[in-house]
């Protein structure tokens, strides 16, 4: 047995290694049509179609990239070897090993005709290469990562893209196969220095003195339902933009109502908006309605235009720019509009830039017979009043695509130069996802996180182990690792409103939201999440830190912080990076990165709660904003403890002794089910160190003491009733902590009484919370408070009609 097993060995190590093959041929690298950086392939041995999957012999694949293959007897395993890369293929596997990572390959290795074959796209994206089919030429394309994303340039390849994504068979494109991802495409924002305090506008000396709204970054303004450029406040009310004069508070007025009529031609809907000097601007959504085309139907070429929800037309995302020379009747100036869900915007200085996000209904295209009507739906469109009423369409030689971010899905950013109205919109299009956007005053960052759901990794027959597939049919049992998760950035210069392509870096695991990641002296840094906090073994959650220089490679990093936890809010402040995870207790981490490639983990607190918002208070203190909680100690049960959220917590911590962090001052506010909208969105903060002012909308509920008194089993879980909704107003300094001042609130007295356990505030919710010189200004749909700064005593308030 023993000779066979060494006999077999010699075997395969002959196969891979000794060069006894037929002498290649120019013919059959041209007829598999594969090419390297835009050279053909010859093959000794030809790749072959295997169940739909493009297969390749290791050894000849190997040769091609200038590498080594050896033969693992004991592992029974192929070994690819490069400096700094290693690839191990079992025989008959459908898993690899890069670097000794188990990852799926999609296709399993053969032995044919005496030579060891591979999927062909696995092995060569393992060796980060790019690979893609172009049905116009039906060749295969193996690139190098170059400093330029790679270009759609046909409708026929732009058809291989989003068949590659779909799963679906058609001739050679089988190459490629549906990846598990699912885009979720949240706002994002901006970078590092003001880390979202209140500012004044850059109006010369234009007093009175007032607040803007709260970003992340200096110099980087972000879109908001309210704004205010000291003399009157703009609203998003419902479906209408309303002018207020504010100030002076006693003469407070409606000024003007900007009405959006919903007809079957005009269905524009306002969500944020922007104020400057000269110009209002409004961002929303809008529906192009068009006739649909019956699924088989490709008789009307007129109706090909554009067709994804049939009964409901096709959303965009549109900018509506007003001339405020007259408040009191706001002209339109200009409106630009593109395709999609609206995803974010930043507005920096005088360019504006916004995103949308487009899916691309492949199925609609699959339908339809008439393939060349169908290919004119896919391209993504645009629309600009300075260079008429009609979409354009973008051209497939102008679209770019993401290869370690592929969907079906249009990312599209539009520049306005808003001293140059008359000049046509900037647009860029990229076929791809992201989950999260952030901008600095220079750069624009597109973050996707790409899952593996497959991955898999063999071990010996067990049980009582969690995530265990037994009863294989080679007697083992497959542990399901946790997906592995991979967030690919992509790096865009922003100047004079145009996004240009830059860079390309990945790092380990998924984002929270856009406090996630900074751009700081020329590094970008980022915090992520791996695994899942229910697991107990390796798949554990862990939480890092990446910095990433110019180029977007890694510098430095920090990893496995808090394992079994997840990140639940992260602030980067100048050479600091602030970390909170929580799963029964809240631990605040402090780390210092002032060094890129050395970040050092400093010191951690560990406390109740845990807080969804940091917010500088000065270079040595930060607010924490979020939830109490209290921790059931279930270990009688034989459970694991618990813990239960409770009111909202706000917390003042001292970092300037960074080894030991404390917990200065605390506050607590109501009892289970009080929220604010803070907790969420960060430009509900209203926050002045110079003033000595918090501020904040919140709905406060409350227990009723006497009722816990009679109900002893009423505990941590139990709900409180609603007490309040409105602004709380506190003075904050680092002698006395968090002082409540008081409460404003829209709603009257006697619909206070008339609240039960739950109370929908609805149009008298107060939304934001601002100040214009001695006055302080409360904003709900309904109305318009104005209080004094000092007293907190009403000056005036008006109806919004």
Excluded: C
């Excluded at 026929?156 to 779909?166: G, K, M, N, S």
């Excluded at 798949?539 to 180029?551: C, F, R, V």
Aim: glycine letters at 8%; charged letters at 20%; zero cysteines.
């Amino acid at each position: 047995m023993k000779k066979k097993i060494m006999a077999a060995g010699l075997l395969m190590t002959a196969i891979l290694l000794t060069s006894a093959f037929t002498p290649a041929t120019t013919n059959a690298g041209q007829q598999t049509g594969i090419q390297l950086d835009g050279q053909p392939l010859d093959f000794a041995q030809s790749p072959k179609m295997m169940d739909g999957i493009l297969m390749a012999p290791v050894r000849e694949l190997a040769k091609a990239l200038k590498m080594e293959v050896t033969w693992n007897e004991a592992e029974r395993a192929a070994i690819v070897t490069r400096e700094g890369y290693e690839l191990k293929l079992p025989i008959n596997s459908d898993y690899g090993y890069i670097n000794g990572e188990a990852t799926t390959m999609y296709g399993a290795t053969q032995i044919v005709d005496g030579a060891m074959y591979v999927p062909l796209r696995f092995f060569m994206e393992s060796a980060n290469l790019i690979v893609r089919w172009d049905s116009a030429t039906k060749s295969v394309n193996i690139t190098k990562p170059t400093e330029t994303l790679p270009v759609v340039g046909t409708y026929d390849h732009l058809v291989t893209l989003l068949t590659q994504q779909e799963g679906y068979s058609v001739s050679a494109q089988n190459l490629f196969v549906k990846e598990a991802a699912k885009q979720e495409f949240s706002t994002a924002a901006s970078a590092p220095n003001s880390a979202g305090t209140v500012a004044t506008d850059s109006k010369a000396a234009a007093p009175p003195d007032y607040s803007s709204t709260n970003v992340q970054v200096q110099g980087v303004d972000e879109s908001d339902v309210v704004k205010t450029d000291g003399s009157y406040i703009y609203t998003v009310n419902k479906q209408r933009i309303v002018v207020t004069a504010a100030y002076p508070a006693d003469g407070m007025k409606v000024l003007s109502i900007l009405d959006f009529p919903q007809d079957a031609n005009n269905q524009f809907q306002p969500s944020e908006l922007y104020v400057d000097d000269q110009h209002l601007i409004v961002i929303g959504y809008a529906y192009q309605n068009y006739q649909s085309l019956p699924q088989n139907d490709a008789s009307s070429s007129s109706t090909a235009k554009r067709m994804i929800m049939p009964l409901r037309g096709e959303q965009t995302t549109k900018v509506k720019v007003y001339d405020l020379s007259d408040r009191s009747n706001l002209k339109l100036v200009k409106e630009a509009e593109l395709e999609g869900n609206y995803v974010s915007s930043r507005k920096i200085g005088s360019s504006l830039y916004f995103i949308s996000n487009k899916y691309v209904n492949y199925y609609y295209y699959q339908q339809l017979t008439n393939k060349e009507e169908a290919k004119a739906m896919l391209a993504p469109a645009y629309r600009d009043s300075a260079a008429g009423d009609a979409f354009t369409s973008i051209p497939m030689d102008r679209i770019y695509y993401m290869p370690k971010a592929l969907e079906p899905n249009y990312v599209l950013i539009g520049g306005i130069n808003l001293d140059d109205l008359q000049q046509t919109m900037h647009v860029t299009s990229y076929l791809g996802s992201g989950q999260n956007v952030y901008a600095s005053e220079a750069n624009l960052y597109v973050a996707a996180t790409n899952t593996d759901y497959m991955r898999i990794q063999p071990m010996a027959m067990t049980t009582d182990v969690p995530g265990i597939r037994v009863g294989e049919p080679n007697g083992t049992s497959l542990p399901m690792e946790p997906p592995k998760q991979e967030t690919v950035i992509y790096q865009f210069g922003l100047k004079d409103g145009e996004a240009v392509y830059k860079h390309t870096g990945k790092v380990p695991g998924h984002l929270l939201n856009q406090f996630a990641m900074d751009e700081h002296n020329g590094y970008f840094r980022l915090a992520t999440t791996t695994g899942e906090v229910w697991r107990t073994d390796e798949g554990t959650s862990k939480n890092h830190i990446y910095i990433l220089d110019a180029n977007l490679q890694e510098k430095g990093k920090i990893e496995n912080i808090a394992p079994g936890e997840r990140i639940y809010s992260t602030r980067f402040m100048g050479d600091r990076a602030y970390m909170v995870t929580f799963k029964n207790t809240d631990p605040l981490f402090v780390m210092d990165l002032k060094d890129p490639a050395a970040p050092k983990l400093l010191g951690a607190l560990k406390i109740p709660g845990y807080s969804n918002y940091l917010h500088p208070y000065d270079e040595t203190h930060i607010i924490g904003f979020g939830k109490d909680t209290v921790e059931v100690d279930n270990t009688g049960n034989g459970a694991p403890n618990f813990a239960y959220y409770q009111g909202m917590k706000m917390a003042l911590f001292d970092v300037s002794d960074v080894n030991h962090p404390v917990e200065q001052f605390k506050e607590l506010i109501g009892d289970r089910g009080t929220d604010s909208e803070l907790l969420h969105n960060h430009r509900a903060l209203l926050f002045s160190k110079e003033n000595n002012l918090l501020a904040f909308p919140i709905t406060v509920m409350k227990l009723d003491p006497n009722q816990v008194s009679k109900d002893p089993k009423m505990g941590a879980g139990a709900y409180g009733s609603f007490a309040f909704q409105g602004a709380y107003v506190y003075h904050l300094d680092l002698e006395k902590g968090f002082q409540l001042r008081g409460g404003i609130t829209h709603i009257t007295p006697d619909e206070l009484k008339k609240a039960g356990q739950y109370y929908y505030a609805g149009d008298k919710q107060v939304q934001r919370v601002l100040y214009i010189g001695d006055t302080l200004y409360t904003v709900s749909n309904s109305m318009i408070k104005a209080n004094d700064l000092s007293t907190l005593q009403e000056k005036n308030a008006v109806d919004i009609p």
